[in-house]
């Protein structure tokens, strides 16, 4: 729709320059004209907005630049309406009109961005609450800030809003991927809550595309480590790759494992001054603590995410089960040897399921058949119980939901020939079913090698 509205927009644009140019008309004349243009285009967007689903934000900025230039035009043509003031020149309206056209089409990148998308349809009864908070980690600075201000780690919460009194579910604490943001995997947590899980989705500030503090301000990604992530390739120095992991695991691993101990402890419980809750949020926040099983945690993540996750799964003792979508395990990589990484050998403790996308997949059974060692790989491979599968025709932003929502976005960054839906059904189904396994004690997970 929105390359529609652009093009109706820009026919009456031009419909009213050609005019000037062929008629000449007298100025008074031609701002009436302007003044049924834009009355014409203001009744355009109108009528989209009141008759069309979908995201219908996307549509008001464009609005409200018509309305003002509607008022400029009434204005200018009842204060002309009867002065005779010579005619309108060509290159005026032609200039009028591209700059119009040009500042509608800014307007509308969001029409042309980003889709309707809604997310997809759970399987689960619950319904679900949401609700947000900021927890502030007194025993960090944030490395990224010049003022010496403690580590915030956001958290947001996916809950069964219809719990029955006392009852308790199985808690998933889930890490974005490298510049994401605490939404990419929405359709999983909203599956997950519907069936029975808290799901506490968190920011990592810096690496999160952008995110709030507890001040209100937005925090945006460090370009530094935008610009490092990106132009990191096989050529690189292998210490100094090393040393890049190593350091984003060790901003990430931590944000985790404080997640975790704050929500233990409040879970049931208050949450104490570690806690920063907005008071629209207290009750919803409170509410999903309550109904929080710390005795069965999943963790996962998605890219850099899915790294931390196995990461902090290995580290830590109270963990249960963990899911790494589409990740490289960096915390895997334990040193340099004869100009290689070498990876850990050491036994997984956990059940892990590991997601790829079809060139990750095909590479890692090439790495292996060479005779590489590859993390992921390895801990499959030495897990208590692995498994792994590769999502045949996608690429590595189809396990989120990001080509949902921006089809556009997803292209740039990653996206496969096979329907991010059908991927993200077939993702939510098999994450669904191994925690169900593995937190719930439901059932034997068995996945295929390939779908």
């Known amino acids: 729709m929105g390359i529609t509205a652009l093009l109706v927009l820009a026919v009456l644009e031009i419909a009213l320059a050609v005019r000037t140019c062929r008629n000449r008309p007298e100025k008074k004349i031609w701002r009436r004209d302007r003044l049924v243009v834009r009355g014409a285009e203001i009744a355009l967007i109108l009528l989209h907005l009141l008759t069309s689903a979908?995201?219908?934000?996307?549509?008001?900025?464009?609005?409200?630049?018509?309305?003002?230039?509607?008022?400029?035009?009434?204005?200018?043509?009842?204060?002309?309406?009867?002065?005779?003031?010579?005619?309108?020149?060509?290159?005026?309206a032609v200039a009028g009109c591209i700059l119009c056209i040009f500042a509608c089409a800014l307007l509308l990148l969001p029409a042309f961005i980003f889709t309707g998308y809604k997310?997809?349809?759970?399987?689960?009864?619950?319904?679900?609450?949401?609700?947000?908070?900021?927890?502030?980690?007194?025993?960090?600075?944030?490395?990224?800030?010049?003022?010496?201000?403690?580590?915030?780690?956001?958290?947001?919460?996916?809950?069964?809003?219809?719990?029955?009194?006392?009852?308790?579910?199985?808690?998933?604490?889930?890490?974005h991927g490298a510049f994401g943001y605490y939404q990419s995997n929405t359709s999983t947590y909203m599956e997950l809550a519907s069936n029975g899980y808290v799901v506490a989705a968190l920011d990592h500030p810096h690496h999160a595309f952008f995110t709030e503090d507890t001040e209100g301000q937005t925090v945006l990604v460090d370009m530094d480590f935008i610009n490092t992530a990106l132009n990191l390739n096989s050529g690189t120095d292998k210490q100094r790759q090393l040393e890049l992991y190593r350091d984003w695991m060790g901003l990430r691993v931590p944000d985790m494992s404080f997640a975790l101990d704050e929500i233990?402890?409040?879970?049931?419980?208050?949450?104490?001054?570690?806690?920063?809750?907005?008071?629209?949020?207290?009750?919803?926040?409170?509410?999903?603590?309550?109904?929080t099983d710390v005795s069965k945690i999943g963790l996962m993540g998605h890219s850099m995410g899915g790294a931390t996750s196995v990461q902090v799964g290995r580290e830590r003792d109270d963990i249960t089960a963990v899911i790494d979508l589409d990740g490289t395990m960096l915390g895997e990589y334990l040193a340099v040897e004869n100009g290689e990484l070498a990876v850990n050998?050491?036994?997984?403790?956990?059940?892990?399921?590991?997601?790829?996308?079809?060139?990750?997949?095909?590479?890692?059974?090439?790495?292996?058949?060479?005779?590489?060692?590859?993390?992921?790989?390895?801990?499959?491979?030495?897990?208590?119980?692995?498994?792994?599968?590769?999502?045949?025709d996608t690429e590595h932003m189809d396990f989120t939901d990001l080509p949902l929502l921006s089809p556009t976005l997803g292209k740039l960054l990653g996206s496969g020939?096979?329907?991010?839906?059908?991927?993200?059904?077939?993702?939510?189904?098999?994450?669904?079913?191994?925690?169900?396994?593995?937190?719930?004690?439901?059932?034997e997970f068995t996945v295929q090698d390939i779908y």
């Open 417 to 443: 020939e096979r329907g991010t839906e059908e991927t993200m059904t077939i993702v939510n189904s098999l994450v669904l079913d191994f925690f169900n396994c593995y937190l719930k004690g439901e059932g």
């Open 54 to 92: 979908g995201q219908k934000w996307r549509f008001v900025p464009v609005l409200g630049f018509l309305v003002i230039l509607c008022i400029i035009a009434g204005l200018s043509w009842l204060i002309g309406r009867n002065k005779e003031d010579g005619v309108k020149k060509a290159g005026g």
């Open 345 to 392: 050998y050491e036994k997984y403790p956990l059940p892990v399921l590991d997601l790829n996308n079809w060139e990750s997949y095909n590479d890692q059974l090439e790495y292996t058949a060479q005779g590489y060692a590859y993390p992921n790989t390895t801990v499959i491979s030495g897990a208590e119980k692995g498994f792994r599968a590769g999502i045949r």
């Open 264 to 291: 233990k402890a409040a879970a049931g419980g208050q949450p104490d001054e570690s806690w920063f809750i907005p008071e629209k949020n207290r009750d919803a926040v409170l509410a999903a603590l309550a109904r």
């Open 119 to 175: 997310g997809l349809p759970v399987t689960g009864n619950h319904e679900i609450g949401e609700s947000s908070a900021i927890l502030i980690d007194s025993s960090r600075t944030d490395p990224f800030e010049q003022d010496g201000s403690f580590r915030e780690v956001p958290v947001h919460f996916y809950y069964p809003a219809d719990a029955a009194p006392g009852e308790r579910f199985p808690l998933v604490v889930f890490s």
